[in-house]
């Protein structure tokens, strides 16, 4: 598990070095435009007063985390804006594990890679649960699994790599799981925008001490640059975590929050609507274009990955790499997100050239 971020960009690596054109299809940087408002504000800032540019409070710009409380109906002061939701899943993990109320995380697989490199980090111990097929979790697995020893129950709803979006029932269980071991329940919700089912639930609305849902502006207002994103504690938690943000970070950029405060404000749901239309026009394409290359795959229900399974062809590295040369499409390995789908590839809907990709992928199977 520690090579898997030195997998992936050795994967992007690969591909900007191939001799052929190569569309990319590795991360997951989207590729539409920010809001105008983004833009505008951070226009805005560059002639703002000198005192602007000094340190902004440590958990974030007051502004700020009013609006996400008010948006998100919890108490201001349960609210740590952070460098991206990275940032609070390091945040929110590292509460769990310091607790002394166990130190086994139970994550999925297939998994997020920085979750299991957190963990470890973290001196966390891993317990692993299997999705299904189609990437819904059976919380009854994850009961199986935990235990006393269990501090944290990483979850990612909707899911990357899966798609997977979990239902309330999911979410209302994995709750009580965590309440009933005396563990904190995860909930990364980075891709709450793209949820194309409808059944989408945050764990916000389930009201609990022993849940703490992170999530950022990273996707949704298409600026993983940015690195703003938040968290939301319990109130009996949320103290310690704004001491460990303060010490390792100081605080996150006040320019970027600025920007994204403006955003929040001036941006209609048309924008997400936009962005959800069109990335629904890619996944129709590009699952179309696996049906003729007779891969098997699931259809996200949300986020903007897509897994996929090529007969006789193993999603191993090397395959990825004659996907490269041979058909022009870079996808990710499946061993970078666990055991499960080490036969799978995962191919990230990020870029104009969707289509295309889907295409050559036809063409070449
Ligand atoms: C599940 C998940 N969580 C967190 C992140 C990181 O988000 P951020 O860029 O806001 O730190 C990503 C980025 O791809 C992600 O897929």
Known sequence: MEYDEP??????QY???????????VSGNPDWEPPEALREGLHDYADADSDQFQYPPSEGLRDLREEIAERRNVDVEQVIVTNGAGEANYLAMARALERDAGDEV?????VYPYYPGKTTMLGGEMRFVSTELDGSLDPAKVRDVASDDTGCIVVNTPN??????????????LVAIAEEYDALLVADEVYDHFDFSGRFESA?????EHR???????????????????????????????????LVNVAT????????????????????EETRAMLRARIDAFTDALDEAGAE?????????????????????????????????????GEAFGESREEWFRFALVTPRADEAAARLADYF
Request: proline share 5%; net charge negative; no cysteine.
């Open 204 to 208: 916000l609305t389930i009201d609990s």
């Open 106 to 110: 139970i994550l999925t697989d297939p």
């Open 297 to 333: 795959y699931s259809r996200p229900d949300g986020a903007f990955y897509v897994m996929a399974r090529f007969e006789d062809f193993p999603g191993t590295l090397d395959n990825v790499y004659t996907l490269i040369d041979e058909a022009g499409v870079a996808g990710m390995p």
């Open 7 to 12: 997998l992936f960009f050795k994967v992007m």
């Open 160 to 173: 990357n790599p899966t798609g997977a979006v979990y239902d309330r029932e999911t979410m209302e269980e």
């Open 15 to 25: 591909a900007a070095n191939a001799d052929r054109d190569v569309v990319d299809m």
């Open 212 to 246: 703490i849902v992170t999530t950022a502006y990273s996707k949704s207002m298409a600026i993983t640059g940015y690195r703003v994103g938040y968290a939301v504690f319990p109130e009996s938690l949320v103290k310690a975590a704004k001491t460990r943000h303060m």
């Open 253 to 272: 950029s006040r320019p970027a929050q600025q920007a994204v405060l403006d955003a929040l404000q001036n941006t209609d749901a048309e924008y997400y």
